[in-house]
């Protein structure tokens, strides 16, 4: 069997035939088998029996179709794409210092950029996605840079009591993160089937790994954690779909609260209410979307339509404003999101990063992202479904100051 370090040289090889300069091809490849995970040969029974795994892959249970894997000239060459600057702020994404009671509340949330939140349910504390890495990319060189720092430094945390991981795509599972993890805390990590092997593979003890198959659950410190149906799909760098995708269900004795991860629509968000729900609190991702992806990410307006089916009372927008992703304008995702929730009557709270909200009492919201602005401010048209005027209501829709796009610095690096 051939090693992966030998077909990651001749990947890289092939990109320096095709004008990767050797130099840079080295630079962007370091660390590489490290960060990619662990290197398996073949599924583990725990895999195969189940009902997601099929001829070797995790599969949805409602079919789409596949996006291909990334290649190595694809993959090195993608952040050249000049319509991906329409996803760029013009100015500094004002940022919270993260405080953190001494005692977990009762049912708060604070978004500390992208997916990353740190749950506080019925006095426990819970992390989900968490990732403080410079780039969502195995390559310290090529790959999304963050838009703007960590709110805060992965030392301020607080003890955690689980930490929970959607699926494995690096802006979900970050390795730098998940070293200072192992040494910060003592909790569990809460994963889907086949990520184990890659905390393995990356020091964290195997009791400390919990993998569980969809409509599996674990109780931790009086929290049951429920592995509940996603519709995405999973692989670092040039794997594909060898382990599973999840979206989590998080129920303390008295308040519920419901993770989405990444995923596209799916009516199994019905079920999932029916089954587990009403939810008190949803974290639902609302950024990422393309016309071309709508199997696997969400759009604002149907992040708004799974908040209903899964009988959310609050809902706090996450998986956007953090890394450049996708071709929309970096404000479209919470502007579309305003129109449809005020359409709805569907309430939203939208924190800045490092913003702490009291989910039993959330604030009003407020606009900190026209000051910020987009390299695009023209958002794209809503979906038919929108009348014009819904889509005229967002505050902030036009006129947002234009200046030059700050290049990366010091407030870009690891925390």
Excluded: K
């Amino acid at each position: 069997m051939t090693s992966r370090p030998a077909r990651l040289i001749r990947r890289a090889a092939a990109a320096a035939a095709v004008g990767v300069p050797v130099g840079l091809m080295v630079r962007a490849t370091w660390g590489l088998p490290a960060a990619i995970g662990a290197s398996r040969r073949g599924p583990l029974p725990e895999m195969t029996g189940s009902p997601q795994f099929a001829d070797g892959t995790f599969r949805n249970r409602l079919p789409g179709p596949v996006i291909p894997a990334v290649s190595a000239r694809s993959g090195l060459l993608r952040q050249t794409h000049r319509e991906r600057d329409r996803g760029r702020p013009v100015g500094a994404v004002p940022l919270v210092r993260p405080e953190f009671p001494g005692a977990a509340a009762e049912l708060a949330a604070t978004w500390l950029g992208h997916s990353t939140v740190l749950l506080e349910v019925d006095g426990r504390r819970v992390l989900v996605d968490p990732v403080w890495g410079d780039r969502v990319s195995p390559s310290p060189l090529f790959g999304p840079r963050r838009l703007h720092a960590p709110p805060g430094p992965i030392d301020d945390l607080p003890e955690v009591d689980a930490v929970l991981v959607s699926h494995d795509h690096y802006d979900h599972l970050d390795l730098p993160t998940v070293q200072e993890l192992l040494h910060r805390t003592r909790a569990p990590f809460v994963v889907p089937l086949g990520i184990g092997q890659h905390l393995r593979a990356w020091g964290v003890p195997p009791d400390r790994v919990v993998e569980l198959d969809w409509d599996e659950s674990v109780v931790v410190a009086g929290l049951t954690l429920t592995c509940t149906e996603a519709r995405h799909f999973s692989g670092r760098w040039f794997g594909r779909d060898d382990t599973l995708w999840c979206s989590w269900a998080v129920h303390g004795p008295r308040h519920r609260v419901f993770f989405g991860g990444d995923t596209g629509y799916t009516p199994a968000f019905a079920g999932i209410g029916a089954r587990l729900g009403p939810f008190d609190l949803t974290l639902l991702p609302i950024g990422a979307y393309d016309p071309a992806w709508r199997e696997v990410h969400m759009d604002p307006e149907e992040a708004v339509r799974a908040h209903g089916d899964l009988g959310g009372g609050v809902l706090v927008p996450v998986h956007w404003a953090t890394f450049n992703l996708a071709f929309h304008p970096w404000a479209e995702p919470v502007r579309r999101l305003l129109t449809e929730a005020a359409r709805t009557g569907t309430r939203v709270a939208v924190p800045r990063p490092g913003e702490r909200v009291d989910v039993l009492d959330p604030p009003e919201v407020r606009d900190w992202w026209t000051d910020v602005g987009s390299a695009d401010d023209r958002p794209a048209p809503p979906r038919a479904s929108l009348s014009g005027r819904a889509a005229r209501a967002v505050p902030g829709a036009r006129g947002a100051r234009r200046r030059a796009a700050p290049r990366p610095g010091r407030s870009d690096r690891r925390s």
